[in-house]
């Protein structure tokens, strides 16, 4: 079992940045593929990005390429969001996933996460 915690989550001004992370325990997830998805009012989850067990492969969502980079520290058995250029369709809950399959090349498509965290809470004014 794995415990996934976020953090890092505030408000910020429109064109800002904020870094995500997410914390993991139970288990080292350096044997798992891992993403970030986020929920807005009234909306679905939607998928963000995600990034494969060592890191050497990455996929976003098209309206966050260019701004956001997903990374990861295995030996901190951590996951990172950087959000850069924060825009005013950004602001949602951002959640942790974690899919127990490590792949050479992670495809939103193909990320069924197992594990969730609670969400951090993003707020973008404009």
């Known amino acids: 079992q794995v415990q996934l915690v976020e953090s890092g989550g505030g408000l910020v001004q429109a064109g800002g940045s904020l870094r995500l992370s997410c914390a993991a325990s139970?288990?080292?997830?350096?044997?798992?593929?891992m993403g970030w998805f986020r929920q807005a009012p009234g909306k679905e989850r939607e998928f963000v990005a995600a990034i494969n067990w060592g890191g050497t492969s990455t996929n976003y969502v098209d309206s966050v390429k260019g701004r956001f980079t997903i990374s990861r520290d295995n030996a901190k058995n951590t996951l990172y969001l950087q959000m850069n250029s924060l825009k005013p369709e950004d602001p949602a809950v951002y959640y942790c996933?974690?899919?127990?399959?490590?792949?050479?090349?992670?495809?939103?498509?193909?990320?069924?996460?197992?594990?969730w965290g609670q969400g951090t809470q993003v707020t973008v004014s404009s």
């Open positions: 996933a974690a899919d127990p399959v490590a792949r050479t090349v992670v495809r939103a498509s193909l990320f069924r996460p197992a594990y």
């Open positions: 139970g288990r080292t997830i350096s044997s798992y593929d």
